[in-house]
T-cell receptor
Framework: DAKTTQPPSMDCAEGRAANLPCNHSTISGNEYVYWYRQIHSQGPQYIIHGLKNNETNEMASLIITEDRKSSTLILPHATLRDTAVYYCIVRARTNAGKSTFGDGTTLTVKP | DTGVSQDPRHKITKRGQNVTFRCDPISEHNRLYWYRQTLGQGPEFLTYFQNEAQLEKSRLLSDRFSAERPKGSFSTLEIQRTEQGDSAMYLC???????????????FGPGTRLTVL
């Protein structure tokens, strides 16, 4: 699986959009980009995933660059409850098996 | 959909004791994964099952660790002769592998926090 690079920490004002970047420059054509988040002392929570098109669900939007070497997770109106560690990972399209997590980005939403 | 459940949520044990954790996956999910997470780090893969078959084991899974999924439903992770270095959060995840299409999305349980004294 390709390796991902994320900034260790970010701050965001409550009510504003949080934009979390992820670099995955060695991603291959059959690998999806996945985002999870982990609130303190809980298990990781699935947020969204995508292959090459932008995706949106009730939690967030995922923007993947045309060359697929980077992506951005957007939380449109961050709340204090969005404070968490956000993980970007890549997984093969078929028979992916395990996920390889990095250290993620700690997002702190401030009032 | 009741989600992935894990039991116990917390376990404190003395060094040298054996411990066993249980994971109940989302109903009808055919894949089940175990991860370990230490403070400040992302989850690290330990092993996974497809139905009852154990398909991959990490080098982190020493001979003191054993995992089973006897009937392709719940799974147990046992640690024998625990060491202080085994203190961590043990996470279980499950997924439904489709014949074709999207990769199987993993859904995680709340974890079991192990403290070895």
């Amino acid at each position: 699986d390709a390796k991902t690079t994320q900034p260790p920490s970010m701050d965001c004002a409550e009510g504003r959009a949080a934009n979390l970047p992820c670099n995955h420059s060695t991603i291959s054509g059959n690998e999806y980009v996945y985002w999870y988040r982990q609130i303190h002392s809980q298990g990781p929570q699935y947020i969204i995933h995508g292959l090459k098109n932008n995706e949106t669900n009730e939690m967030a939007s995922l923007i993947i660059t045309e060359d697929r070497k980077s992506s951005t997770l957007i939380l449109p109106h961050a709340t204090l409850r969005d404070t968490a560690v956000y993980y970007c990972i890549v997984r093969a399209r078929t028979n992916a098996g395990k996920s390889t997590f990095g250290d993620g980005t700690t997002l702190t939403v401030k009032p | 959909d009741t989600g992935v459940s894990q039991d116990p949520r917390h376990k404190i044990t003395k060094r040298g004791q054996n411990v066993t954790f249980r994971c109940d996956p989302i109903s009808e999910h055919n894949r089940l994964y175990w991860y370990r997470q230490t403070l400040g780090q992302g989850p690290e893969f330990l092993t996974y099952f497809q139905n009852e078959a154990q398909l991959e084991k990490s080098r982190l899974l020493s001979d003191r660790f054993s995992a089973e999924r006897p009937k392709g439903s719940f799974s147990t992770l046992e640690i024998q002769r625990t060491e202080q270095g085994d203190s961590a959060m043990y996470l279980c995840a499950s997924s439904l592998l489709h014949v074709a299409g999207d990769p199987d999305t993993q859904y995680f349980g709340p974890g079991t926090r192990l403290t070895v004294l």
